[in-house]
C-alpha cells in the first residue's frame, strides 16, 4: 500500500472537506492534517491498483508527494 501526502492548501476551505471525504471515501484510510485549525492536507493510504494521481477521486491541480514506508 501506497501512502500519498495531498496538499489541499490551494483549493478553497469549503472544497478542502469535499475533497477530503472523496479521497477518504475511495481509499483504504485517509487522515486530515490540520494547520492553524484548517485542514490543510491529507494523508492517504491508497490500496487500489488505479494509479492514485491520474485516478478520478485525485484533487487535480494539488501537489501530491509519495510517503516513505
Do not use: T
Not at 37 to 56: H, R, T
Amino acid at each position: 500500500m501506497q501512502r500519498y501526502r495531498v496538499d489541499l492548501s490551494s483549493l478553497e476551505p469549503s472544497k478542502r472537506e469535499e475533497a477530503f471525504e472523496l479521497l477518504d471515501g475511495y481509499s483504504h484510510f485517509a487522515e486530515c492534517v490540520i494547520s492553524e485549525g484548517k485542514l490543510e492536507a491529507v494523508i492517504v493510504n491508497w490500496d487500489s491498483s488505479e494509479d492514485f494521481e491520474s485516478s478520478p477521486v485525485f484533487p487535480k491541480g494539488c501537489p501530491c508527494v509519495l510517503l516513505p514506508h
